[in-house]
């Protein structure tokens, strides 16, 4: 990939975890999806905590996050001794026994019609569409043959653990039925966060902002951070 933006920290420690707004920096540049993270200039937010209680994690997790008129970029730096997983088909059920990273999007922060994606050390990845969790809108309701059409992730194997890179196209999120995805500009906010389950000696579920309610699970979208996109 390639990424150039003039004079900015590299870093940003973990005490930014706790800010309401994660930003999204926009960038001019063409990125190349390719695990490769070694030119990728815009901020990375972290290291990610216990998703429920803020501590401390065993291994630390950064992202950062950038996007363009068309799309939106993610990139992960995990820490991981030793890999679990393995290439698997698309939409396999990774997050059930793979080491892997997510993020949950829900541009309205309604809490409904979100999606949620995951990808592993081996680049295999699902796409999943949550219309509904809560009993106030019908209970669980989940939709796994949901795809992302111009989706593109890929993770690379490095001495320290793993690298991700994710390329969401806008043009596809539009088309998501009561989803309310409309192509950010500047100053656009929606809900969301960025997760990874860790399984090592201790399972560990993390995220970059804990849940002030301590309640155990992921799909909490009333706690959800906001994403704002920025030049």
């Given amino acids: 990939m390639k990424l150039y933006l003039p004079l900015i920290f590299t870093f940003i420690f973990s005490n930014s975890i706790y800010s309401q707004t ?23 937010l972290g290291p990610f905590v216990i998703h429920n209680s803020g501590e401390k ?5 950064m992202v950062s996050l950038s996007w363009n008129d068309e799309n939106l970029y993610i990139a992960y730096r995990s820490a991981d001794s030793q890999i679990v997983g393995k290439p698997q088909t698309k939409d396999s059920k990774i997050y059930e026994t793979d080491d892997l990273v997510e993020v949950f999007i829900d541009p309205d922060g309604d809490g409904k019609n979100y999606i949620e994606i995951g990808i592993n050390a081996y680049s295999t990845y699902y796409d999943m569409f949550l219309k509904c969790i809560s009993p106030d ?7 796994m043959d949901f ?18 890179e994710i390329k969401i196209p806008f043009s596809s999120l539009e088309k998501i039925k009561n989803g309310n995805f409309t192509k950010p500009k500047t100053g656009t906010k929606w ?22 309610s301590l309640k155990f699970g992921f799909h909490q979208p009333k706690e959800f951070a906001v994403f704002e996109f920025v030049e």
């Fill in 191 to 212: 809900n969301g966060n960025a997760f990874r389950i860790d399984y090592g000696n201790t399972t560990q579920y993390l995220a970059l902002q804990p849940y002030k």
């Fill in 57 to 61: 994690a065993t291994q630390n997790t």
């Fill in 147 to 164: 795809d992302i059409s111009g989706f593109e992730a890929v993770s690379k194997i490095t001495s320290e653990g793993f690298c991700t």
């Fill in 22 to 44: 994660i930003p999204i920096y926009k960038t001019q540049e063409n990125i190349i999806v390719d695990g490769n993270l070694t030119d990728w200039k815009t901020p990375f």
């Fill in 137 to 143: 809108c019908g209970g669980w309701n989940t939709a």
